[in-house]
């Protein structure tokens, strides 16, 4: 199968070499080549450049299919590295409490929350989780979602955490996008530990993690290492236990405080740490020299109307920033990365060139996919978008609301096309 995508106003991220991840001021150098053309073949980047460079040989490829895009972008579909997009209910009345005025934490500690979807959980078959999680990938990938992470969490028992993960692995199984699965049991202590915290980390690794492990169920390990959920040293032995099974941390960090959660997550090389909401001198310090990704997530700081993350200050200092929608029934019930990089450049004052980095390439490397997607290089997989006619690519962070996003390809095949 050939693919051509010919007369493209910019190609974007679009170059060899590109190194896993963009940092610091080299996020503001967005490659780009104008006029340019695009060869896709067996689901895979062939070639790409100027349409001067084109080889005029392509037009003899038998079914050879030709798209047109002029005056429109082309660049790599998102790369979505924070997720919990398998729930079971979404969460309103909550939301209503807090239009009324209580915290994320109020509702957590009278039991709503993440134990409320918990609660929810337990009762849903897996066939109508499956269902519904289908149903958001498809909206998602049609505002250009090419890759996403998804995590358990709202199981909080070994039974209901393998349920959800049984629920991803069959979304791996059936869906185009690229899924990379995180177990997430300690994302909340449940009801009946609340006297007892430590019964329930000793519980996530005595069984939880050793059976998960044992079935491949996931491919990372996430904690909520926060004030109110689980202290540093929780996260510290859950980590330890995680890497004994080959589970590389990708964790929820300084959502609520200034918890120990960075420094915890560099300490065991996670891939990821995510939220940042309280990062100072010391968190940057830590990220500083680490190969962990530091993953803002402004869908949730907006929803809730709590503090942003200081994305310039940490990209000033030189760190690599990705941007995630967090999409999840309680804090961000939003999939949209097109929102979410507009909030990237309107709440986080990242350059537009910045932004597109970070719900890229960045992503990507938060998803450990760095070498198979998040830019145009050849022998990448073929996961990539055509804008509708735009003037420039600032054009998509500015005009923050609409679907910017025309076509939708994923493994070189065209999976959605919007009109
Ligand atoms: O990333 N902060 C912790 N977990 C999720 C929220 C999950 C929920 O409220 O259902 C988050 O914001
Ligand atoms: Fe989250």
């Not at 996260?235 to 099974?245: E, F, V």
Request: with cysteine; charged share 25%; glycine share 10%.
């Amino acid at each position: 199968m050939a693919l051509l995508i010919k007369n493209i106003r910019e190609l974007l991220l679009a170059g060899e070499d590109m190194g896993g991840k963009a940092c610091g001021r080299a996020m503001a150098q967005l490659p780009a080549v104008r006029d340019g053309f695009l060869f896709i073949r067996d689901g895979s980047i062939d070639d790409y450049g100027t349409m001067q460079e084109m080889d005029p040989g392509y037009a003899r490829i038998p079914g050879l299919e030709t798209i047109d895009a002029a005056d429109k972008m082309v660049l790599p579909a998102w790369c979505d590295s924070h997720t919990h997009l398998v729930f079971p209910e979404s969460r309103e009345a909550e939301y209503i409490d807090k239009i009324r005025g209580l915290s994320y934490e109020d509702i957590a500690k009278r039991g709503g929350g993440i134990l409320n979807s918990s609660r929810k959980m337990h009762q849903a078959g897996e066939e109508e989780l499956f269902r519904d999680a289908m149903e958001r990938l498809h909206e998602i990938m049609s505002y250009g979602t090419g890759a996403v992470e998804i995590k358990s969490g709202y199981g909080l028992n070994t039974e209901d955490e393998m349920k959800m993960l049984r629920v991803i692995r069959r979304l791996k199984e059936n869906s185009p996008l690229s899924i990379r699965s995180t177990f997430l049991g300690a994302h909340a202590i449940p009801m009946e530990y609340k006297k007892d915290p430590r019964a329930y980390v000793d519980l996530i690794i005595a069984e939880m993690i050793p059976r998960v492990a044992a079935e491949g169920l996931a491919d990372f390990i996430d904690v909520f290492c926060d004030r109110g959920f689980f202290s540093a040293e929780d996260t510290d032995r859950i980590l330890n236990a995680g890497l004994k099974h080959g589970l590389r941390p990708k964790i929820h960090a300084n959502e609520l405080d200034y918890s120990g959660g960075i420094q915890v997550g560099v300490k065991y090389d996670a891939l990821s740490v995510d939220h940042l909401e309280y990062t100072g001198r010391e968190e940057i310090d830590a990220l500083l020299g680490s190969q962990t990704m530091p993953t803002l997530l402004p869908g949730a700081s907006f929803f809730l109307g709590m503090p942003y993350a200081p994305a310039r200050k940490m990209i000033d200092a030189g760190l690599p920033v990705a941007l995630a929608s967090d999409f999840n029934p309680g804090s961000s019930p939003s999939g949209n990365m097109q929102l979410i990089l507009s909030m990237g450049s309107i709440l986080y004052r990242m350059l537009p060139e910045e932004a597109l980095y970070a719900v890229t390439l960045n992503g990507a490397y938060a998803m450990d996919l760095h070498e198979r997607l998040g830019t145009i290089s050849r022998g990448k997989k073929a996961n990539v978008l055509i804008t509708k006619r735009i003037p420039t690519y600032s054009y998509l962070p500015y005009a923050y609301g609409s679907n910017k996003i025309e076509t939708v390809i994923l493994n070189g095949r065209i999976e959605t096309t919007n009109k």
